[in-house]
């Protein structure tokens, strides 16, 4: 279950992939809404938008409480581009808990409330601070975007081009 120097444990692989299903979920039902409004993948992903986004904040806090206590344990980087992956990677967790964070001042700062399953909490504020935050939301899932692309393509090129293992210790082989 625990990370060690060779690869990824099961708990860092299992909220890795599930949190990034959730924020490709996010990403792409919200632009392609922007660019079809109304197609049928985003009407249905988008009514869940701010559960998901919650879920994705709950997921990101115990990610981050485990990455800091698996640190001394986890595979190492060696080299500029390896220490590139790790400021890269600690640049993801703090955009992934400011996303829903952003999100949440956004429509509470408005005065909406948070929507999770269905239910408002905290409605009826009028935080013109937290509205202003709110709208850090647009820009920051832009700049998340380009993020998780260079990422992704990083790990094609580590797998495609460097044939390293890279890619297979947070597969778990
Ligand atoms: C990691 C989690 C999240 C991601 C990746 C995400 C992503 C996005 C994206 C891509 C957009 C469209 C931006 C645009 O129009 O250019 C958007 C809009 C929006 N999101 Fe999120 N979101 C997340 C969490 C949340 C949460 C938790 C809430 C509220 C509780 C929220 C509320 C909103 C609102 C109200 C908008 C429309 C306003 C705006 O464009 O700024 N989001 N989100
Ligand atoms: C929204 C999508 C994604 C996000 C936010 C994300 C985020 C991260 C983060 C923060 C790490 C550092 C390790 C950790 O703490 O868990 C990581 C590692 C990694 N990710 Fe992703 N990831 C995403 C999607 C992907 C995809 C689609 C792939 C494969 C094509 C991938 C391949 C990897 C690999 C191979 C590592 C280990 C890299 C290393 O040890 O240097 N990720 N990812």
């Not at 599930?18 to 109304?38: D, H, K, M, P, R």
């Not at 992934?96 to 999100?103: C, D």
Request: overall charge positive.
């Amino acid at each position: 279950m625990r990370d060690s120097p060779s690869h990824y444990g099961s708990i860092t692989r299992c909220l890795h992939w599930l949190i990034a299903i959730l924020v490709i979920l996010q990403l792409t039902s919200s632009f392609f809404n922007i660019l079809w409004e109304g197609n049928v993948y985003s009407q249905a992903i988008v009514q869940w938008h701010t559960t998901i986004g919650v879920g994705i904040l709950a997921l990101m806090a115990i990610r981050t409480l485990w990455a800091i206590s698996q640190l001394r344990h986890r595979p190492e980087h060696r080299g500029a581009l390896q220490k590139a992956a790790i400021w890269g990677h600690a640049l993801m967790y703090l955009v992934l808990l400011l996303m829903p964070l952003s999100g949440m001042a956004f429509t509470w700062g408005l005065g909406y409330g948070v929507y999770v399953f269905g239910t408002a909490y905290w409605t009826d504020a009028d935080v013109p601070w937290a509205a202003a935050f709110g709208q850090l939301h647009a820009p920051l899932s832009w700049f998340l975007s380009a993020l998780v692309t260079g990422h992704i393509l990083m790990a094609g090129y580590h797998r495609l081009i460097r044939r390293d293992d890279t890619l297979h210790r947070m597969l778990g082989r």
